[in-house]
Nanobody
Framework: QVQLLESGGGSVQAGGSLRLSCAAS????????SGWYRQAPGKERELVAI???????NYVDSVKGRFTISRDDAKNTVYLQMNSLKTEDTAVYYC?????????WGQGTQVTVSS
């Protein structure tokens, strides 16, 4: 069983920055994809950014140039650096990883961006 512990959410004014962290229990062996999703009130959960085992990265168009996903394999942690935040980035952000073909989710961390 894999446990994901998220941190770094909070409230910030538009234009500000936050960094989310997601620490996974266990080894990195078998992890194929790590990523961040978000869900705003009344909307479906959407993919924000993913990084696969080879280091290939993809972002949803709305965050390109503002968000950066990265990982530290030594710490088994994935990060999401969020800059130039907009009010529309307000959502609960969830960490996700796929290990040995099985998806695991974090508990979610609230990000609120005010104008």
């Amino acid at each position: 069983q894999v446990q994901l512990l998220e941190s770094g959410g909070g409230s910030v004014q538009a234009g500000g920055s936050l960094r989310l962290s997601c620490a996974a229990s266990g080894s990195i062996l078998g992890i194929n994809v790590s990523g961040w999703y978000r869900q705003a009130p009344g909307k479906e959960r959407e993919l924000v950014a993913i990084i696969n085992r080879s280091g290939s990265i993809n972002y949803v168009d709305s965050v390109k140039g503002r968000f950066t996903i990265s990982r530290d394999d030594a710490k088994n942690t994935v990060y999401l650096q969020m800059n130039s935040l907009k009010t529309e980035d307000t959502a609960v952000y969830y960490c996700n990883l796929i290990k040995w073909g099985k998806p695991y989710w974090g508990q979610g961390t609230q990000v609120t961006v005010s104008s």
